[in-house]
C-alpha cells in the first residue's frame, strides 16, 4: 500500500507549485486503493474512506509524513467533522490555492473543506469566459468558488445560497482575493424561487453555473433530486440566460447515466451548443463528475 500511496502522490506533482496547492493526491481505484482517497490542502492532508474504517498500514504511513492529516469517512452523516490522526493539529481555518486563486479552508467544517477539488478545470473554464462588463449567476454557490473565479476576470457576480454561513464564507474567499464583496450581490435562499423571480423581474446573465447538490430541501420542505428535477433547473436558467450567454451543468449523481443527463440538459435548452467537458487529469478513478458547457446561440 505504501508504494501505491507515494506512486499516485508522485504521479500528480507536476501539478503542485506556488499556484496551486489544493489537489486530491490519490483517487481510489485508479490508483490501486479502492475507496481511499487523499487530498492536500497547502500540506494539510484529508484521508477519506468509504467503508468506515482506515486501514491500519494506511494510518501507519500517514502518520510516518510531515504533515498534518484528518480521516472523513464517507459513509457518516455530512456534518460529522474530519477526525485528527497525525501530525499537528489544524482546528482553526486557513487559505489554499488553486490556479492562482486564494479560498478558505477549514478542516473542522463537517462534510466539505470549503472547496470540492473535482471542479479545478471547471473553475478555470468559467474564469476564461467571464470578464469586464458580464454578468455571472453562481447558484448553489456552496462558498463561492465560482464567483470568485468570474469576479476576478472582472464580471460582476451573483452568488446565490441558501446557508448565510456559506455566504458569509464566499465574502471571506472574496477578500481573500482582495475583491470588495459590496461590488457584488450575495442572495439568500431557494435556487428556484430565485429564477423565478429573475425571469419576472427581466433580469438575464452573461452565464450561469448550476451545480446543485444530487438531493436537497429548500426552507419550505420541497425536496430536489437531480435525476427528476435537473431538467426544470436548466428550464429556469435558460430563461434568464442572455442571448449569446453561457451555462455550465454539472452533477455528481451517480445514479444519473451521462446520456440521460445531457438529454435533460439538451431538452431544456434549445438553440445551444453542448459540449460535455472531461474530469481533471489527477481523477483516474470513478469518471462520476458529469459536466457540460452550453452556449446560448
Same mark, same amino acid.
Given at each position: 500500500?505504501?508504494?501505491?500511496?507515494?506512486?499516485?502522490?508522485?504521479?500528480?506533482?507536476?501539478?503542485?507549485?506556488?499556484?496551486?496547492?489544493?489537489?486530491?493526491?490519490?483517487?481510489?481505484?485508479?490508483?490501486?486503493?479502492?475507496?481511499?482517497?487523499?487530498?492536500?490542502?497547502?500540506?494539510?492532508?484529508?484521508?477519506?474512506?468509504?467503508?468506515?474504517?482506515?486501514?491500519?498500514e494506511i494510518r501507519a504511513w500517514l502518520q510516518q509524513q510531515a504533515h498534518s492529516c484528518y480521516w472523513k469517512?464517507?459513509?457518516?452523516?455530512?456534518?460529522?467533522?474530519?477526525?485528527?490522526?497525525?501530525?499537528?493539529?489544524?482546528?482553526?481555518?486557513?487559505?489554499?490555492?488553486?490556479?492562482?486563486?486564494?479560498?478558505?479552508?477549514?478542516?473542522?467544517?463537517?462534510?466539505?473543506?470549503?472547496?470540492?477539488?473535482?471542479?479545478?478545470?471547471?473553475?478555470?473554464?468559467?474564469?476564461?469566459?467571464?470578464?469586464?462588463?458580464?454578468?455571472?449567476?453562481?447558484?448553489?454557490?456552496?462558498?463561492?468558488?465560482?464567483?470568485?473565479?468570474?469576479?476576478?476576470?472582472?464580471?460582476?457576480?451573483?452568488?446565490?445560497?441558501?446557508?448565510?454561513?456559506?455566504?458569509?464564507?464566499?465574502?471571506?474567499?472574496?477578500?481573500?482575493?482582495?475583491?470588495?464583496?459590496?461590488?457584488?450581490?450575495?442572495?439568500?435562499?431557494?435556487?428556484?424561487?430565485? &429564477?423565478?423571480?429573475?425571469?419576472?423581474?427581466?433580469?438575464?446573465?452573461?452565464?450561469?453555473? =448550476? +451545480? !446543485?447538490?444530487? %438531493? /436537497? #430541501?429548500?426552507?419550505?420542505?420541497?425536496?430536489?433530486?437531480?435525476?427528476?428535477?435537473?431538467?426544470?433547473?436548466?428550464?429556469?436558467?435558460?430563461?434568464? &440566460?442572455?442571448?449569446?450567454?453561457?451555462?455550465?451543468?454539472?452533477?455528481?449523481?451517480?445514479? =444519473? +447515466? !451521462?446520456?440521460? %443527463? /445531457? #438529454?435533460?440538459?439538451?431538452d431544456a435548452a434549445p438553440s445551444s451548443t453542448i459540449t460535455a467537458l472531461d474530469m481533471p487529469e489527477e481523477?483516474?478513478?470513478?469518471?462520476?463528475?458529469?459536466?457540460?458547457?452550453?452556449?446560448?446561440?
Amino acid at each position: 500500500m505504501q508504494h501505491k500511496l507515494e506512486n499516485a502522490i508522485e504521479k500528480r506533482s507536476h501539478l503542485l507549485d506556488e499556484q496551486t496547492n489544493a489537489l486530491r493526491l490519490v483517487d481510489g481505484v485508479g490508483d490501486g486503493l479502492p475507496d481511499v482517497f487523499l487530498e492536500t490542502f497547502a500540506s494539510h492532508w484529508v484521508v477519506s474512506t468509504r467503508d468506515g474504517r482506515l486501514h491500519p498500514e494506511i494510518r501507519a504511513w500517514l502518520q510516518q509524513q510531515a504533515h498534518s492529516c484528518y480521516w472523513k469517512r464517507l459513509d457518516q452523516h455530512e456534518k460529522e467533522n474530519p477526525q485528527h490522526i497525525a501530525g499537528p493539529k489544524q482546528d482553526e481555518p486557513f487559505i489554499a490555492r488553486e490556479s492562482g486563486v486564494n479560498y478558505k479552508i477549514h478542516l473542522q467544517a463537517g462534510y466539505s473543506q470549503g472547496i470540492f477539488l473535482d471542479q479545478r478545470l471547471n473553475r478555470i473554464r468559467v474564469r476564461e469566459h467571464s470578464g469586464p462588463g458580464k454578468t455571472v449567476l453562481n447558484t448553489f454557490a456552496y462558498t463561492g468558488a465560482f464567483s470568485v473565479c468570474a469576479a476576478l476576470a472582472g464580471a460582476t457576480t451573483t452568488t446565490l445560497d441558501l446557508s448565510q454561513i456559506y455566504l458569509d464564507w464566499a465574502r471571506d474567499n472574496f477578500r481573500a482575493n482582495d475583491l470588495a464583496p459590496d461590488d457584488h450581490y450575495f442572495c439568500k435562499g431557494d435556487t428556484f424561487h430565485w &429564477l423565478k423571480r429573475f425571469a419576472r423581474q427581466g433580469r438575464t446573465f452573461d452565464g450561469i453555473i =448550476l +451545480d !446543485p447538490p444530487t %438531493f /436537497s #430541501r429548500d426552507d419550505k420542505g420541497k425536496v430536489f433530486r437531480v435525476e427528476k428535477d435537473y431538467g426544470r433547473l436548466v428550464e429556469l436558467a435558460y430563461a434568464c &440566460l442572455a442571448p449569446g450567454g453561457w451555462m455550465l451543468c454539472c452533477t455528481n449523481c451517480r445514479k =444519473l +447515466d !451521462p446520456r440521460d %443527463f /445531457s #438529454r435533460m440538459v439538451r431538452d431544456a435548452a434549445p438553440s445551444s451548443t453542448i459540449t460535455a467537458l472531461d474530469m481533471p487529469e489527477e481523477y483516474t478513478g470513478e469518471n462520476y463528475l458529469k459536466s457540460l458547457w452550453v452556449q446560448k446561440r
